[in-house]
């Protein structure tokens, strides 16, 4: 299968930055679509930024400006640079990765968790 492993979250104070990193391993051909999502006790997961094997990206209202994604195809790696960090960016951060077999197939990674004190 796909092992996704990720990194970079933890405590940081409001105006600050973070960088998270998910690297994908695993029975992987090629990657499709690659993102970050996030969720909060009681609420649905959402989308934070996702980008295609173009390049393309889209990003959720609240973090354009601030969040930047990014991927590294030879390392099957995709990032996120978070800056001027808000209490509202409080979440448990999940990567998601399609890989390409047959067809699409999703995958998730377990979650990081991002904390910002005001």
């Known amino acids: 299968q796909v092992q996704l492993v990720e990194s970079g979250g933890g405590l940081v104070q409001a105006g600050g930055s973070l960088r998270l990193s998910c690297a994908a391993s695993?029975?992987?051909?090629?990657?499709?679509?690659m993102g970050w999502y996030r969720q909060t006790p009681g609420k649905l997961r959402e989308l934070v930024a996702r980008?295609?094997?173009?390049?393309?990206?889209n990003y959720a209202d609240s973090v354009k400006g601030r969040f930047t994604i990014s991927r590294d195809n030879a390392k099957n790696t995709v990032y996120l640079q978070m800056n001027n960090l808000k209490p509202e960016d409080t979440a448990v951060y999940y990567c998601?990765?399609?890989?390409?077999?047959?067809?699409?197939?999703?995958?998730w990674g377990k979650g990081t968790l991002v904390t910002v004190s005001s």
């Open positions: 695993g029975r992987i051909v090629s990657i499709n679509d």
């Open positions: 998601y990765v399609e890989v390409r077999w047959a067809t699409l197939q999703p995958f």
């Open positions: 980008i295609s094997i173009g390049n393309s990206t």
